[in-house]
């Protein structure tokens, strides 16, 4: 697994190899979205491939006015790999944007941001390699429907495995009435586990596109799954991520169903996470290793994790972006947003993972979700981290006990930072609190990014009344 092509002359000859008859130039927006355009191979040489392909900035939310919309996407030529799913052979390219005004990376650029990230670790002499590893969840449904009118609102979805079913009268097929239960898909053998097969084929995709599989399993709530992948550095753990958002919900599409990594689409049970394990190296040493410590975790290492907590409410704006991100962190659902460390234990904000040797040691943080754009989220946490290692931040721990059995009121009695519990309040924390993301995050960037998220996030998701409102209020 791992690359296709080294250089521009490679490119080329894995080209014609293939019969290549498109190049697909994919690039992220700030909230973490994919997009394309798509050129003719026979448009496609070495001097565009080096010099960059124009577009236009201003057709992305937030990034360029008008006046100045023309921008430069240039090829990371190496992430080159075949599109598994268009009809003519189509090898898709990732670009960073380049902004032709400065001259340079373009500063909303969330790949470009991440570089950023990188260098500045390493012009302060702090590490010269970090490594990430995210756990990307997501259901599988097979029908969606929403309403959003200015008189109705509502959702439903739909799964074989839903609980909701049991009563079903299935027109082509008998009701089996094998389901895993709410909080009950931990593992499950088939007929219970019925995404056996379409994860199997997310897999094998994913290893086609060059990534290095792990294992796939039937994750703790009705209709939802994981697909874990090797970790890899910032970027390319980046990358990864837009790459098996995209294989498995095409996967699940050719197979007539959907999915969503939408943090908490299921009321009353476990939502989706994307828990991101993390490790400075300098010199090929891993920093975070320290023999018989805690957890075997360096002093560093905790002062990391103390900057992310000391941060934590306004690094959540990049690692739970949205309205619905925070409804998975109530507590109940294994989503923590408890802000301690611990070894092994699963109910702590950090985790440090059991049976870690020198190489392998690393942090676990839990509460991030998908709903991130994997390069701001990553890059965050790392400032943060940074941050906390410049001025020595410990952080609340080690707890070891389950920690979703404490009170609100046994939380605050011992002390224990929290998560933000809205996009709101994170929000407000970001613009509080944000000299730690400099000189990476630009004032421009910072601004527009939480101004974005207010008004196509929060000001229309508080503007909206819900079906639980009507619920509890209605006869009042």
Known sequence: MGKFVNSIDEFFTYCEENDVQFVDLRFTDMKGAWHHLTYRMSAVNSTILENGFPFDGSSIDAWQPINKSDMILKADVPTAFLDPFTADPTIIVICDVYDIYKNELYEKCPRSVGKKALKHAEDIGIADAAYFGPENEFFIFDDVQIIDGVHEAGFKVDSEEGEWNDSTTYNDMYNTGHRPRTKGGYFPVQPTDSMVDLRAEMMLVLEQVGMEVILGHHEVAQAQGEIGIVFSDLITAADNVQKYKYVVKMVAHLNGKTATFMPKPLYGDNGNGMHV????????????????????????????????????????????????????????????????????????????????????????????????????????????????????????????????????????????????????????????????????????????????????????????????????????
């Open 277 to 476: 394990h993390q490790s400075l190296w300098k010199d090929g040493k891993n920093l975070f290793y320290s023999e018989g410590e805690y957890g075997n975790l360096s002093e560093m290492a905790r002062h990391y994790a103390g900057g992310i907590f000391k941060h934590a409410r306004a690094v959540a704006s990049f690692t739970n972006p949205s309205t619905n991100s925070f409804k998975r962190l109530i507590p109940g659902f294994e989503a923590p947003s408890i802000l301690t460390y611990s070894s092994q234990n699963r109910s702590a904000a950090c985790r440090i993972p059991y049976g870690a040797g020198e190489k392998a040691t690393r942090i676990e943080m839990r509460f991030p979700d998908s709903t991130a754009c994997p390069y701001l989220a990553f890059a965050a946490m790392m400032m943060a981290g940074l941050d906390g290692i410049k001025n020595k931040y410990e952080p609340v721990g080690p707890m070891d006990e389950d920690l979703f059995e404490l009170s609100l009121n046994e939380i605050r009695e011992k002390n224990i930072p929290q998560m933000p519990h809205t996009l709101r309040g994170a929000l407000e924390a970001l613009i509080r609190d944000n000299d730690f993301l400099k000189p990476v995050f630009t004032d421009l960037f910072i601004d527009d990014y939480q101004n974005y998220k207010f008004e196509t996030q929060v000001f229309e998701d508080e503007a909206r009344p819900t079906a639980f409102e009507f619920k509890s209020t209605y006869s009042c």
